[in-house]
Nanobody
Framework: QVRLVESGGGLVQPGGSLRLSCVTS????????MGWYRRAPGKQRELVAA???????NYVDSVKGRFTISRDNAKNTVYLQMNSLKPEDTAIYYC?????????WGQGTQVTVSS
């Protein structure tokens, strides 16, 4: 069973930064893509950023230029660097890994942007 463990969430003021980490129990070489999703209160879950095994990235329009997804294969870790955070970025952020038709999820980490 693949396990994903997120960390790095917390409370930050508007304009601040956070870096989320997602460590996998298996080598990330085996995943065709990995990504970060978020669910804000009262809203549906949305894809925030994704990175493929070929290092191709994509982002939701609302975070372009502010968030950066990256991966460290040696550490089996995917990161989400979040800069210039806004109150509307407040949500639970989930790590996702896709492999051979299966989608795996972490438990989520809370990000709250508030003054």
């Amino acid at each position: 069973q693949v396990r994903l463990v997120e960390s790095g969430g917390g409370l930050v003021q508007p304009g601040g930064s956070l870096r989320l980490s997602c460590v996998t129990s298996e080598s990330i070489f085996g995943f065709s893509s990995m990504g970060w999703y978020r669910r804000a209160p009262g809203k549906q879950r949305e894809l925030v950023a994704a990175i493929s095994s070929a290092y191709r990235t994509n982002y939701v329009d609302s975070v372009k230029g502010r968030f950066t997804i990256s991966r460290d294969n040696a550490k089996n870790t995917v990161y989400l660097q979040m800069n210039s955070l806004k109150p509307e970025d407040t949500a639970i952020y989930y790590c996702n890994a896709f492999q051979a038709g299966y989608s795996y999820w972490g438990q989520g980490t809370q990000v709250t942007v508030s003054s």
